[in-house]
T-cell receptor
Framework: GENVEQHPSTLSVQEGDSAVIKCTYS??????FPWYKQELGKRPQLIID?????GEKKDQRIAVTLNKTAKHFSLHITETQPEDSAVYFC??????????FGTGTRLQVTL | DAGVTQSPTHLIKTRGQQVTLRCSPK?????VSWYQQALGQGPQFIFQ???????QRGNFPDRFSGHQFPNYSSELNVNALLLGDSALYLC?????????????FGPGTRLTVT
């Protein structure tokens, strides 16, 4: 089955700096890669996703890149703000929308 | 436009008991997936329902079972509860079985087994 690895497990940046979270996946058949943000005690919220037919997608301060050959994808957050502090999960689908999640990255944005 | 809802919010059960959790999908969605999220970990896929049938199953024992109703809502049942079943149970809804469709999560049910 699919296996997703995520790094780093924790990330601390100063407000205004950029943050990068990286994930690798094992199943070459995976074709959909969402990113979720989960604040303490809240539900995971879909913040951006990318499909295997594109290499990069951007939405305001958030961007995701995908390298199918290397089987890795990354989340980039620019101009970080305190409200970006949360746990971020990457995920991949092997077949029929069964999501396999990474282990999460706790992002802390300090003033 | 109603999002994904789950009930109850919290639940405390004793080892060996049985529990039923409920999920109503986002308006317009017809597929419900259930996930277990242990503390400090990512969600783990339990199973998925579409057209009232279990379509996919993760690596969970038969103590975990489910059901989907004609209105697309779903239940997750866990029998013979173990301490290790304590977790946040999330349901996610999506449209159809195509893997590229977005999944939206409900607020979860926090289950504590004592």
């Amino acid at each position: 089955g699919e296996n997703v690895e995520q790094h780093p497990s924790t990330l601390s940046v100063q407000e205004g700096d950029s943050a990068v979270i990286k994930c690798t996946y094992s199943d070459s058949a995976s074709n959909y890669f969402p990113w979720y943000k989960q604040e303490l005690g809240k539900r995971p919220q879909l913040i951006i996703d990318i499909r295997s037919n594109v290499g990069e997608k951007k939405d305001q301060r958030i961007a995701v890149t995908l390298n199918k050959t290397a089987k890795h994808f990354s989340l980039h957050i620019t101009e970080t703000q305190p409200e970006d502090s949360a746990v971020y999960f990457c995920a991949a689908t092997g077949t029929a929308s069964k999501l396999t999640f990474g282990t999460g990255t706790r992002l802390q944005v300090t003033l | 436009d109603a999002g994904v809802t789950q009930s109850p919010t919290h639940l405390i059960k004793t080892r060996g008991q049985q529990v039923t959790l409920r999920c109503s999908p986002k308006s317009g969605h017809d597929t419900v997936s259930w996930y277990q999220q242990a503390l400090g970990q990512g969600p783990q896929f339990i199973f998925q329902y579409y057209e009232e049938e279990e379509r996919q199953r993760g690596n969970f024992p038969d103590r975990f079972s489910g059901h989907q109703f004609p209105n697309y809502s779903s239940e997750l049942n866990v029998n013979a509860l173990l301490l290790g079943d304590s977790a946040l149970y999330l349901c996610a809804s999506s449209l159809g079985l195509v893997s590229s469709y977005e999944q939206y999560f409900g607020p979860g049910t926090r289950l504590t087994v004592t």
